[in-house]
C-alpha cells in the first residue's frame, strides 16, 4: 500500500515539475504597466519633494537660528526687571544700559516682523494654484491617461499632497489593513502613493484581487507570514543608518543648596548667569528594530557657554563641554514621503570638561568679596563691557574666559582647577524624551526635525559640593540619517 | 546573454533585460501558478504579482544558490499567500464519502500532464496547497505547517484525503474512457 502511493505521487512530481505554459502576453503588459507607472510617479515625486523639502529646511533652520541665538539680550533685559524690587540693585536697573538693549531688540523684531509679513503674502499668491489642484482630485481621475505618461502637473500636485500628508482612508476595512500590512520601511519608491491611488479604480486586477479575497485574521491566527519573512529578514547593513544631528538649546539649570548653604548665593547665581551659547551635536547609530520601533546610540557633544554679568558688566564666563553616550529607544511610521517618531531613553555622561569661572559661596564674613561698583561717569564703560553676541564664539575659540578687571578673584571659583571646580567628571545620567517628523528625501537619506526635552537625573556637582546642580535642555534637533 | 548579466541589467531598470528574464522563466513559472491556481486567470494574477516582487526586490539576490530556485520560490510563496486567503475553513466537500481505493501508478501515467493539471486544479485549497508542497515541491509536512499556520497532523490528514480524492477521479476518468 505505502509503496503503491509513494509510485502514485512519483508519477505526479515526475509528469508535473519542470513543465512550462508559456502564459498570455497580457501578463507582461500588466507587469510593465505596474512598474512603470510607479517608478515614473516616484522619480517626479521625488524632484518636486527635493526642492521643497530643501526650501523647508532651509526656513525651519534660519527661523531656530534666530530664536536661539537672539535669545540671550532678551534674557537680560527680563531679569533687569526682575530685579528692580531688590533695593541693593535699584541702581542697575536705573543704570542706561538696558533700555538701549531694549531698543536694539524692538527694532529687530520689527525687522523680523517685516520679513515674516513678506514671506506670508508671497504664499498667499501662490494659494489658488493648490487648491484648484485639490478640486481636482475630487473629481474622477483618468487613469489611463496617467499610464499614457501624461501627467498633468495639476493632478500630480494633488495626489502628491494627498499621499504626502494623510493616508486615505477607504472604506473597506480589510483594504485598509492591507495598506497596513504592506507600508514598510523598505519601500524605496513611495510604493503606498501609487496603490492608494489605483486602489478603488485600479485596472490591474491582482492588487484587487488580493485584496477581495483577503480575509480578517486575528493576530494569532498569522502564525508565519513566509513570503514577508524572506524579505523582510534584513541585515545589520539594512537596518541601519548614520545619523547625525545638531541641535540648538535653552538651558535651565535646578540649582538647589545643601543644608549649611545660603540660598542667597544660588540666587545671585542665577541672576548673574546668562546662557549665550548652548547646543548638542550627535553622531551615531539608528538601527531599525521589528515593527517599526528603533534604537538609537552613539556620540552627543553637548557645550554651554555662559556669561556673568553683575551690576551690568560683563565679569567673567564659563564653559562646559559634555560627551554623552544615549541609548535611546522609539517607534516611527511613515506615510510615502513624511513620517513620524517618537523617542526616548537615558544618556550617560562620559566626559565633562569645565573651563572659566563661578561665582563662589562667601563663607567667612571676613573675607567679604570686593565687587567694584562701576563707575557711572565713565562714559566708555557700557561700550567697553556691552556684551556682544561673538563673545561666545571667539572666547571659546580662543578658550578665553579671563576676569573682568573689575571682578575681584576671590569672588569666584576658577572650573580648571581641580580643588576650586565642585562639578563631576563624569557619571550624569541624563532622561531624554523627544517627538518628531522625519522627511524621507531619497532612498538613502531622510532629514529629521525633533523637539528634543533632556534633563540631568543626578546632580552634575561632587558630593563635597555645598549645592545640588541639574540641568534641563529643551531644543529642536535638526538631524540627518544616511544610510550605509 | 548569461543569467548574472541578465540580472545586473535587471538590476540597472533595463525593459530589455526584463523582458528576457520573463521570456526565460515565465513558462515554467506559469505552470507553477497553474498549479496552485484554481483557474487560468487566477495563475495570471500570480504569475504577474509575482514577477512585480521579483523585479522589485532583484537586488535581494545574492547570487548564492540558484536563481530559478530564488524566482520559483518567490512565486510559490506568492501562490500561497492568494490561497491562504481564501481559508480552509469553508471548504465542505465531503471526502468520507469516496470509497478507499488505490489506483495503480500506470493509470495515473496514462494520464495527460494537462488532465492531472485539471485535477489539481480542481481540488479544494487546502488539499491543493499541501498536496502540490508535499507531492511535486518535496516539502516535509514540519515545513508545510510551518508555512500554512497549521498542524503536522492537519498537513498529514489533508494529504491523505487530497490522495483519495485523486484517485477516485482517477478512477473516474479511466472509467470515462472505457466507455
Known amino acids: 500500500m505505502s509503496d503503491q502511493i509513494q509510485e502514485f505521487d512519483r508519477v505526479f512530481r515526475e509528469k508535473l515539475s519542470g513543465q512550462a505554459t508559456p502564459p498570455p502576453e497580457s501578463v507582461w503588459d500588466n507587469i510593465e504597466k505596474e512598474r512603470t507607472y510607479?517608478?515614473?510617479v516616484a522619480n517626479r515625486i521625488s524632484n518636486y519633494w527635493q526642492q521643497f523639502g530643501t526650501m523647508l529646511l532651509l526656513l525651519i533652520g534660519g527661523a531656530a537660528a534666530m530664536l536661539f541665538v537672539g535669545g540671550g539680550e532678551q534674557q537680560i533685559e527680563h531679569k533687569s526687571q526682575a530685579q528692580v524690587s531688590q533695593p541693593a540693585e535699584k541702581a542697575m536697573a536705573e543704570y542706561s544700559y538696558f533700555p538701549n538693549l531694549k531698543l536694539r531688540s524692538t527694532a529687530k523684531?520689527?525687522?523680523i516682523a517685516q520679513q515674516h509679513s513678506q514671506l506670508s503674502s508671497n504664499s498667499n499668491q501662490k494659494q489658488p494654484t493648490y487648491t484648484d489642484s485639490k478640486s481636482k482630485v475630487a473629481s474622477k481621475v483618468n487613469l489611463q491617461a496617467l499610464y499614457e505618461g501624461d501627467i498633468p502637473d495639476g493632478e500630480l500636485i494633488a495626489s502628491l499632497g494627498q499621499s504626502a500628508f494623510a493616508r486615505p482612508q477607504l472604506k473597506d476595512d480589510r483594504l485598509n489593513a492591507q495598506i497596513n500590512h504592506r507600508e514598510g520601511w523598505e519601500s524605496a519608491k513611495p510604493f503606498g502613493f501609487v496603490h492608494y491611488y489605483q486602489m478603488d479604480e485600479s485596472p490591474l486586477r491582482p492588487f484587487r484581487n488580493e485584496i477581495a479575497q483577503a480575509e480578517m485574521k486575528s493576530a494569532g491566527d498569522v502564525k508565519?507570514?513566509?513570503?514577508?519573512?524572506?524579505?523582510?529578514?534584513?541585515t545589520f547593513r539594512e537596518r541601519s543608518y548614520l545619523y547625525f544631528a545638531f541641535t540648538p538649546q535653552t538651558v535651565q539649570k535646578i540649582m538647589t543648596p545643601e543644608f549649611n548653604l545660603s540660598s542667597d548665593y544660588l540666587k545671585d547665581r542665577s541672576k548673574a548667569e546668562n546662557t549665550r551659547l548652548a547646543y548638542t551635536f550627535t553622531a551615531g547609530l539608528h538601527y531599525e528594530?521589528?515593527?517599526?520601533?528603533f534604537f538609537e546610540t552613539g556620540i552627543n557633544f553637548t557645550q554651554i557657554y555662559e556669561e556673568m554679568s553683575l551690576y551690568g558688566e560683563k565679569r567673567f564666563s564659563n564653559q562646559y563641554d559634555f560627551i554623552e553616550i544615549p541609548l535611546l529607544l522609539g517607534y516611527k511610521d511613515r506615510n510615502a514621503k513624511w513620517g513620524w517618531h517618537i523617542k526616548g531613553g537615558l544618556g550617560v555622561q562620559v566626559y565633562n570638561n569645565y573651563k572659566g569661572y563661578i561665582l563662589k559661596k562667601v563663607a567667612d564674613p571676613n573675607d567679604p568679596v570686593q565687587i567694584a561698583q562701576p563707575n557711572v561717569n565713565q562714559a566708555n564703560s557700557n561700550a567697553q563691557f556691552r556684551m556682544k553676541k561673538t563673545?561666545?564664539?571667539?572666547?571659546i575659540i580662543t578658550n578665553d574666559h579671563a576676569l573682568s578687571?573689575?571682578?575681584d578673584r576671590r569672588g569666584v571659583l576658577d572650573l580648571s582647577r581641580e580643588n576650586e571646580n565642585p562639578y563631576l567628571e563624569s557619571g550624569v545620567v541624563n532622561f531624554h524624551m523627544a517627538a518628531g517628523i522625519t522627511y524621507y528625501h531619497s532612498i538613502r537619506t531622510s532629514f529629521t526635525m525633533t523637539p528634543h526635552y533632556s534633563r540631568s537625573i543626578n546632580s552634575i556637582t561632587k558630593d563635597r559640593a555645598l549645592f545640588k546642580e541639574r540641568i534641563s535642555y529643551m531644543g529642536i534637533s535638526f538631524g540627518t540619517l544616511v544610510k550605509f | 546573454m548569461n543569467e548574472k548579466k541578465l540580472i545586473q541589467a535587471c538590476l540597472q531598470e533595463k525593459k530589455a533585460a526584463q523582458r528576457a528574464l520573463y521570456e526565460r522563466?515565465?513558462?515554467?513559472?506559469?505552470f507553477v501558478c497553474l498549479r496552485y491556481a484554481r483557474h487560468d486567470m487566477e495563475a495570471q494574477d500570480m504569475l504577474q504579482d509575482g514577477f512585480v516582487k521579483v523585479f522589485d526586490n532583484i537586488s535581494k539576490f545574492k547570487f548564492q544558490g540558484s536563481f530559478e530556485g530564488w524566482v520559483r520560490r518567490i512565486m510559490v510563496n506568492t501562490a500561497l499567500n492568494y490561497c491562504r486567503k481564501r481559508s480552509f475553513k469553508d471548504e465542505v466537500i465531503g471526502l468520507e464519502d469516496y470509497q478507499d481505493q488505490v489506483v495503480s501508478s500506470k493509470a495515473v501515467s496514462n494520464l495527460s500532464e494537462q488532465e492531472l493539471l485539471k485535477l489539481i486544479q480542481q481540488l479544494p485549497d487546502g488539499y491543493r496547497m499541501v498536496f502540490n508542497l508535499y507531492v511535486i515541491e518535496g516539502y516535509s509536512h514540519k515545513e508545510i505547517g510551518e508555512q500554512l499556520g497549521i498542524s503536522e497532523s492537519t498537513s498529514r490528514s489533508q494529504l491523505a484525503k487530497s490522495?483519495?480524492?485523486m484517485q477516485n477521479e482517477v478512477t473516474k476518468l479511466k472509467m470515462s474512457k472505457h466507455v
Open chain 1, 224 to 234: 508565519h507570514e513566509y513570503f514577508d519573512d524572506l524579505f523582510e529578514h534584513r
Open chain 1, 391 to 395: 563673545d561666545a564664539v571667539v572666547n
Open chain 2, 163 to 165: 490522495r483519495k480524492w
Open chain 1, 109 to 111: 523684531q520689527t525687522k
Open chain 1, 289 to 293: 528594530l521589528k515593527n517599526h520601533k
Open chain 1, 38 to 40: 510607479g517608478h515614473v
Open chain 1, 405 to 407: 578687571d573689575k571682578q
Open chain 2, 25 to 30: 522563466f515565465s513558462g515554467k513559472m506559469y
